[in-house]
């Protein structure tokens, strides 16, 4: 069974979208994630699904959604992407692993700030998920 990550930041419009996308990609039938946040935003930001379409991610079907609708989920690993996340992570149903793995906020920023924490997900997050889950390396 794959397992699930779900990858928790406040506004789930924008680090914890591009993880989610990212995971999704490079670790592709190795787990499903997904994104929530404890407080969503209206919208994704327009500098994450930018920076993830230049990069040749999928954006489709990527929305802010707030953590209770992903409490039914069988979720294998939390990821919490900003320290305010981590400090309101609820208590799950059941034990769930956790990490912290922390990136800047890039709201109000150029694209290229955008980009730059992109590439850092892809270069930080990817290699702590596959660790955290003991997944191998898959050679492409």
Known sequence: MTPTVLVLCTGNSCRSQMGEAILNHDLAGQVRALSAGTVPQPKVADGAIEALKLAGLPTDGLYPKLIDAVFDQPIDLVVSVCDNAKESCPIFPRPVKRIHVPFHDPHGEPLESFVAVRDEIRRVLVPAVRE???????SQ
């Open 132 to 138: 955290a889950l003991g997944l191998a390396e898959v």
